[in-house]
């Protein structure tokens, strides 16, 4: 497709559980972005892919969360043992080098029970 | 860190009324800056950007200048529509190779009839 594909568009899972996201940027784009969007607390940067370079995993809250991207296009973000706070929207995003326009995808709305 | 402070929200215009959504940061470099528009059930999208200082960002009546001197970047429109209520999100992407956004919280716009 011409967009950033998210699936599944919404998650709900119990506490405890793994679960995946999945991300297929635009196709060319080098670089891709997940974001965790809560209510109240805008966007919260969780990790970003730039090429072959070492990914930055500055931004993932904690050792239960992880993301890679498999020969440099699809991407997937895991959560392992759920947390109820862990809940919210899962943004992810793809750009063209550093242009800093990035293209989002609809999100993934996760909820833990 | 980098950082970014819009004003508090929800903002509730009349049609044709006019807009400034207040927007400063703390950057370490020479950062570009951008609003993001998220409308109601679709994915963030670019509304404009201003990558140096004194710089005018504009479209779809939208306009924003990069002031250096008072670290702002506020969103402004003369006349807004009942079709521009969304949530707006202010940011910044640092000058470093790593191009990733930092965020603020957004604030949402309802423009009523």
């Known amino acids: 497709g011409a967009g950033v594909s998210q699936s599944p568009s919404n998650k709900v899972t119990e506490k405890g559980k793994d679960v995946e996201l999945r991300c297929d940027p635009i196709?060319?784009?080098?670089?891709l972005y997940w974001y965790r969007q809560s209510l109240g607390q805008g966007l919260e940067f969780l990790i970003y892919?730039?090429?072959?370079?070492?990914?930055?995993k500055s931004g993932l809250p904690s050792d239960r969360f992880s993301a890679e991207r498999t020969g440099g296009s699809v991407s997937t973000l895991t959560i392992q043992r759920t947390q109820q706070e862990d809940s919210a929207v899962y943004l992810c995003?793809?750009?063209?080098?550093?242009?800093?326009?990035?293209?989002f995808g609809e999100g993934s709305r996760l909820t833990v029970l | 860190g980098d950082s970014v402070t819009q004003m508090e929200g929800p903002v509730t215009l009349s049609e044709e009324a006019f807009l400034t959504i207040n927007c400063t940061y703390t950057?370490?470099?020479?950062?570009?800056l951008f609003w993001y528009v998220q409308y109601p059930g679709e994915g963030l999208q670019l509304l404009l950007k201003?990558?140096?200082?004194?710089d005018k960002g504009s479209n779809k009546g939208f306009e924003a200048t990069y002031r250096k001197e008072t670290t702002s970047f506020h969103l402004e429109k003369g006349s807004v529509q009942v079709s521009d209520s969304a949530v707006y999100f202010c940011?910044?992407?640092?000058?470093?190779?790593?191009?990733?956004?930092?965020f603020g919280k957004g604030i949402t716009l309802s423009v009523r009839p």
């Open positions: 995003a793809s750009s063209f080098g550093g242009t800093g326009e990035l293209f």
């Open positions: 892919f730039q090429g072959n370079s070492a990914p930055d």
């Open positions: 950057a370490t470099g020479y950062p570009s």
């Open positions: 201003a990558t140096k200082a004194d």
């Open positions: 196709s060319g784009h080098t670089a």
């Open positions: 940011a910044l992407s640092d000058s470093g190779a790593n191009s990733k956004l930092t």
